[in-house]
C-alpha cells in the first residue's frame, strides 16, 4: 500500500503561483511514476502532469505546459507541481496519484495509478 498526502492548494488571483506537494508513505520502493490531475465540477478528470520515477521523464498537458513544472525530491518521497501563470480555468480539486510495478505503463492515463490522493483545491479568481 501507499498512502499519498497532498498539499499547498488554496485560492490565488490570476497571474498567482502555487505550489502543490505530494508525500508519499507505505511501500514507495515499488513506485515507477507520480502523476498530478485535475477535476474541476462537471467536467471529467484531466491529466497535468506526472514524472517517470527510475528513468525521470516528464510530460505535461498542453494546457499548463510552460507555466507547471512538476519535481521530486527522492529522499523525502514527494514530488512537487509548481503553477505559475494560474488562469481561472486552472480551477479544479488536483490529485496526485502513485503507479507501482516493474513495467512502466503510460503515465498521462488515469486508470494506469494504482493509488491516489484525497486531492486539493485550488481556485484561482479572475
Known amino acids: 500500500q501507499v498512502q499519498l498526502v497532498e498539499s499547498g492548494g488554496g485560492l490565488v488571483q490570476a497571474g498567482g503561483s502555487l505550489r502543490l506537494s505530494c508525500a508519499a508513505s507505505?511501500?514507495?520502493?515499488?513506485?515507477?511514476?507520480m502523476g498530478w490531475f485535475r477535476q474541476a465540477p462537471g467536467k471529467a478528470r484531466q491529466f497535468v502532469a506526472a514524472?517517470?520515477?527510475?528513468?525521470?521523464?516528464?510530460s505535461y498537458a498542453d494546457s499548463v505546459k510552460g507555466r507547471f513544472t512538476v519535481a521530486r525530491d527522492n529522499a523525502k518521497n514527494t514530488v512537487y507541481l509548481q503553477m505559475n501563470s494560474l488562469k481561472p480555468e486552472d480551477t479544479a480539486v488536483y490529485y496526485c496519484?502513485?503507479?507501482?510495478?516493474?513495467?512502466?505503463?503510460?503515465?498521462?492515463?488515469?486508470?494506469?495509478?494504482?493509488?491516489w490522493g484525497q486531492g486539493t483545491q485550488v481556485t484561482v479568481s479572475s
Open positions: 514524472i517517470a520515477w527510475r528513468r525521470g521523464g516528464l
Open positions: 507505505g511501500r514507495t520502493a515499488g513506485t515507477s511514476a
Open positions: 496519484a502513485a503507479q507501482v510495478g516493474a513495467v512502466l505503463r503510460t503515465i498521462t492515463t488515469g486508470a494506469n495509478y494504482d493509488y
